[in-house]
């Protein structure tokens, strides 16, 4: 029942810096391993990172490791994607989600729930 608010997106040139937040509207939140997501049009949801409960842990998919770090506060109920080095090919509608509580991470877009409305990243060159 947790409802998840994605923000921080926005249009910026190639190269630049985004940071995402993603809010929960519970404390249950903590109990959730997060990961974000990302459409492009005429695309599937694309896994883009995923973070433990503890927050000990983190995954990204190959095309952006380096350049994202996801990251979480727990005390503020809210999840983070810091995006540096954006390139056009990053450009999509961000979304984020939860898994079960406790649960291990995943890159498969079913295992999460909870979406929000998600943020739009442009990159332009």
């Known amino acids: 029942q947790v409802q998840l608010v994605e923000s921080g997106g926005g249009l910026v040139q190639a190269g630049d810096s985004l940071r995402l937040s993603c809010a929960a509207s519970?404390?249950?939140?903590?109990?959730?391993?997060m990961g974000w997501f990302r459409q492009a049009p005429g695309k599937e949801r694309e896994f883009v990172a995923a973070?433990?409960?503890?927050?000990?842990?983190?995954y990204y998919t190959e095309s952006v490791k380096g350049r994202f770090t996801i990251s979480r506060d727990n005390a503020k109920n809210t999840m983070y994607l810091q995006m540096n080095t954006l390139k056009p090919e990053d450009t999509a509608l961000y979304y984020c989600?939860?898994?079960?509580?406790?649960?291990?991470?995943?890159?498969?877009?079913?295992?999460?729930?909870?979406w929000g409305q998600g943020t739009q990243v442009t990159v332009s060159s």
């Open positions: 519970d404390r249950t939140f903590r109990t959730y391993t």
């Open positions: 989600g939860h898994t079960f509580p406790w649960g291990t991470w995943s890159d498969r877009s079913n295992m999460y729930y909870a």
């Open positions: 973070i433990s409960w503890q927050g000990g842990s983190s």
